[in-house]
């Protein structure tokens, strides 16, 4: 067996569903693979998962496609990939509660904004409110990471951005009313979130691995697809108490995994989308160089 390790970018939730399920029915050990999932409460979030990936603390990162570009254009920059895309649409947003009577973007100028500090995270969030008619003058404030919706909740911040499929699905369970806003409906065009992150060495020097890693992982994903309760009680003894309690995790399923795409298109991305997004970051001087997309990406080692 070969041991591989991947960094999570949250706790455990309805878009890692797929890597427990292929875990718990052997599709990796099917591959002589051992996989250990990491989740960032081991820390308390001390440590992206790129930051994990970038010091040999895992193989494999989760994380948005942010973290791909932000490791190639850093100082001492980390040439990787993103080699799968869990997602294959945008289903998160910035929200407020409904009773904070915040009903558009340009009227969180002067409110608070609780931020996961990464690295485009701030900006984009200011170009939302520019882009609805403000000045993008939000106060930004950086709770811990694993806190950050709970800042919401308590009116300790005014916003924040969150997965509609898991803090959203809280929130509607709880009766607990929000107003959303999309990026995309703000003129900017995010790209994927989370995506499957590799080192370029790794790719090229274990090839084999990171297919057989990539090609396991989506078999779990499709046959969380045919089999969502099963995968719910799968993945129910991996959740904090606390979201167990909280979310409706069959409802949160069924809803994610309308988006985990099909035999034909799971983990593909999208060149067009990945080079709106580049040169968005450019556009607005966020990156002071156009990286090549395919230094970016691949899809090479889905099957």
């Not at 809280?170 to 995309?184: C, Q, Y």
């Not at 991305?269 to 450019?282: E, K």
């Amino acid at each position: 067996m070969q041991h591989v390790r991947i960094a999570l970018d949250w706790t455990a939730n309805t878009n890692h569903t797929g890597f427990y399920v292929a875990r718990e029915l052997g599709f990796y050990a099917d591959v002589d693979l051992e996989l250990t999932l990491i989740t960032p409460d081991q820390d308390n979030y001390e440590m992206t998962p790129a930051k994990k990936l970038e010091l040999g603390l895992a193989d494999f990162a989760l994380a948005p496609f942010e973290s791909v570009i932000s490791l190639h254009t850093k100082k001492n920059n980390v040439p990787v990939q993103a080699i799968a895309a869990l997602l294959q649409e945008d289903i998160s947003a910035i929200v407020a509660l409904r009773s904070s009577a915040i009903t558009r973007p340009k009227e969180l100028d002067g409110r608070t904004y609780a931020s996961y500090r990464a690295r485009y995270e701030d900006s984009i969030i200011k170009q939302m409110i520019i882009s609805d008619g403000g000045t993008g003058n939000v106060q930004v404030v950086y709770p811990e990471k694993l806190g950050i919706w709970n800042t919401l909740l308590t009116n300790a911040a005014d916003s924040t951005w969150i997965f509609d499929n898991w803090e959203g699905v809280e929130a509607d369970t709880s009766g607990v009313e929000l107003t959303r806003f999309r990026l995309a409906d703000y003129q900017i065009p995010y790209a994927y979130s989370p995506v499957i992150v590799a080192t370029r060495q790794a790719i090229e020097q274990n090839r084999a691995v990171c297919g057989a890693f990539v090609n396991a992982t989506k078999k779990g994903f499709l046959h969380a697809i045919e089999n969502p309760q099963a995968a719910v009680t799968i993945l129910t003894k991996y959740v904090p108490e606390r979201d167990i309690q909280a979310i409706d995790l069959v409802k949160s399923q069924a809803y994610t995994a309308g988006y985990y795409g099909d035999e034909g298109s799971w983990g593909k991305m999208d060149a067009s989308r990945i080079q709106r997004f580049v040169d968005w970051l450019y556009a607005h001087e966020l990156e002071t160089e156009k990286l090549a997309i395919n230094q970016l990406y691949t899809n090479d080692l889905i099957h």
